[in-house]
């Protein structure tokens, strides 16, 4: 059967809603919950998972829950991320240990119970090259620009381009890089001009020289982003409604990486 396009704006938010809600419910644990910041489950990979569905796209019962279960992944992957590295360990850090090895099985389970073999081969394929370019911002190893930002292109569209890949979801695909990236280099250019660095900013800090340097490339970073994901929606030909939930609710800070340019 095919998905529900033409969907209004409030609609779609209500869909993304109640997959949101599934997948908490799916991973609900009552002390993890108390003690850890819990899964991470964002609106704009539940959009882009969803997006085939709400263009009404051939969509399935089987299709959803892989997708449920590639927004699980992402959650373990992340609650992983949320280990610090100072000692001693604290109990709320031994807890996000727990919480990224349960949400871990509960995807083994609910991939096992799909009985879709080629489609847990193609995502535990996804998820070794994730955490492979997650460990190679642990490595004293020199590196370009260039390297870096393919190994954060692999850690935020990965699983879903194994996702697209196999349900022959490809067209969204050049917009989804887009959109993820933008959404993650925002986040990073946030988190610089707090002094809140990551991974990614120590080591672009390292490379460039200068923070200063690393503002000015995630801006103009974050503009050519933003001039393709127009034109990909284009592409993309979605209808007004989903054009405009992207624009306005998914990437959001779009204005301001025009207000950024302006002040560069």
């Known amino acids: 059967m095919n998905g529900a396009s033409g969907m209004k704006g409030h609609q779609i938010q209500s869909k993304i809603l109640s997959m949101e809600v599934e997948i908490l419910n799916a991973v609900h644990q009552r002390t993890l919950d108390q003690f850890t910041e819990g899964p991470s489950v964002k609106e704009c990979r539940l959009f882009f998972l ?43 850090q031994q807890l996000t240990v727990l919480a990224g090895d349960l949400y871990s099985g509960i995807y083994y389970q609910m991939l096992v119970s799909t009985k879709n073999i080629a489609m847990v081969q193609q995502l535990a394929t996804a998820i070794i090259r994730v955490s492979e370019s997650k460990t190679s911002f642990f490595e004293q190893k020199p590196r370009t620009m260039d390297e870096i930002e393919k190994a954060i292109i692999v850690i935020e569209t990965e699983l879903l381009m194994s996702f697209y890949n196999f349900y022959g979801y490809s067209e969204y695909a050049q917009l989804a890089k887009q959109a993820l990236l933008y959404l993650r280099y925002a986040e990073e250019l946030e988190r610089l001009k707090s002094e809140n660095f990551t ?38 030909k979605l209808d007004y409604e989903l054009e405009q939930f992207l624009l306005h609710q998914i990437t959001p800070h779009q204005h301001r990486a025009e207000q950024l340019t302006r002040e560069g």
């Open 199 to 236: 991974h990614f900013l120590h080591e672009a800090n390292t490379i460039l020289l200068d923070k200063n340097y690393t503002k000015y490339w995630l801006m103009e970073k974050l503009c050519n982003l933003h001039e393709q994901i127009t034109m990909s929606i284009t592409d993309c």
């Open 50 to 92: 969803l997006l085939p569905f709400l263009s009404g796209k051939t969509w399935s019962m089987e299709i959803e829950s892989s997708a449920k279960t590639v927004a699980i992944v992402y959650a373990a992957l992340h609650s992983h991320d949320q280990i610090r590295e100072e000692t001693p360990i604290v109990k709320e």
